[in-house]
Nanobody
Framework: QVQLVESGGGLVQAGGSLRLSCAAS????????MGWYRQFPGKQRELVAS???????????NYADSVKGRFTISRDNAKNTPSLQMNSLKPEDTAVYYC????????????WGQGTQVTVSS
């Protein structure tokens, strides 16, 4: 029902920056987690960064080791979707990036975007 659409991808030189955004066609509330994933050709989709709502604690973020210190995930409060600031981009970051929002812990109510291509040249 809710459609997610990523934007901000494109072609950038190594060392450059991009900011990915995620637009939702409908209202989203009571989010359990949100994040960004990426998929390389011939590989499974993998987690890049996420924000997880704490049950007995506050929200927490986590990152793939390969992007720590370079990428920053944040919540777009108006849309209740994630944004991803990508700095110091490397050619190996080239992939299709997907926005994800989960409404429950098991992901039974989740939304995904169609993906946006990020290409880093050297």
């Amino acid at each position: 029902q809710v459609q997610l659409v990523e934007s901000g991808g494109g072609l950038v030189q190594a060392g450059g920056s991009l900011r990915l955004s995620c637009a939702a066609s409908g209202s989203i509330s009571s989010v359990f987690s949100m994040g960004w994933y990426r998929q390389f050709p011939g590989k499974q989709r993998e987690l890049v960064a996420s924000i997880i709502s704490g049950i007995l604690s506050g929200d927490r973020t986590n990152y793939a080791d390969s992007v720590k210190g370079r990428f920053t995930i944040s919540r777009d409060n108006a849309k209740n979707t994630p944004s991803l600031q990508m700095n110091s981009l490397k050619p190996e970051d080239t992939a299709v990036y997907y926005c994800n929002v989960n409404l429950d812990r098991l992901g039974r109510r989740s939304y995904w975007g169609q993906g946006t291509q990020v290409t880093v040249s050297s």
